[in-house]
């Protein structure tokens, strides 16, 4: 089974901080995703990445920054954790293997609250 | 760019009938791919269906069935004879060929006994 693991289920963190959000993923993923989840506006993607160290912006980046140094962890960073970035962070991976109809595996899910 | 559109926030359905959930997307790729996923209360992401943007037929798997009209750019999910465990968020998705995953903002759907 294919298993995406996000380092924690829950955060608290104080305004300002610097906050690390870390995923990996067991599969061998060639892609990687960061999105936010918060209710009545889905799932926004934050940032996304198809090879180590390469990155590419999703919709909503600012604010937000991203690291993949080997292929199988990408970690997401808040620079100065905001009360507006209090949401849940889904990480998911997929293969490129298969072209377009490899479907994404998702983590748990981290719900970071900034206060 | 790429876009998906849920115009439905909430459904409801009895059970043992059938609902269909509304998904239009919008993408410049000529080739891409939709899919849906279920997410329930305990926040966990399900793949349900895929569908390529070249199939021919609409694609099925088990109860879900996808109903997509590429002129009109929808893909409808059909789930048929619903049952309270279908009681979940569902989002549509679209890939293309940046690799890039958009959802939409989803549909809450309730099964009623």
């Known amino acids: 089974d294919v298993k995406v693991t996000q380092s924690s289920r829950y955060l608290v963190k104080r305004t300002g901080e610097k906050v690390f959000l870390e995923c990996v993923q067991d599969?061998?993923?060639?892609?990687m995703f960061w999105y936010r989840q918060d209710p009545g506006l889905g799932l926004r993607l934050i940032y996304f990445?198809?090879?180590?160290?390469?990155?590419e912006k999703g919709d909503i980046p600012e604010g937000y920054s991203v690291s993949r140094e080997k292929k199988e962890r990408f970690s997401l960073i808040l620079e100065s954790a905001s009360t507006n970035q209090t949401s849940m962070y889904l990480c998911?991976?997929?293969?490129?293997?298969?072209?377009?109809?490899?479907?994404?595996?998702f983590g748990q899910g981290t719900r970071l609250t900034v206060v | 760019a790429q876009k998906i559109t849920q115009t439905q926030p909430g459904m409801f359905v009895q059970e043992k009938e059938a609902v269909t959930l509304d998904c239009t997307y919008d993408?410049?790729?000529?080739?891409?791919?939709l899919f849906w996923y279920k997410q329930p209360s305990s926040g966990e992401m399900i793949f349900l269906i895929y569908q390529g943007s070249y199939d021919q037929q609409n694609a099925t798997e088990g109860r879900y069935s996808l109903n997509f009209q590429k002129a009109r750019k929808s893909a409808n999910l059909v789930i048929s004879a619903s049952q309270l465990g279908d009681s979940a968020m569902y989002f549509c998705a679209v890939r293309g060929s940046a690799r890039q995953l958009t959802f939409g903002s989803g549909t809450q759907l309730t099964v009623l006994p």
């Open positions: 990445s198809y090879d180590v160290k390469m990155k």
């Open positions: 599969m061998d993923h060639e892609n």
């Open positions: 998911a991976s997929s293969s490129e293997t298969g072209g377009l109809n490899t479907e994404a595996f």
């Open positions: 993408t410049s790729d000529p080739s891409y791919g």
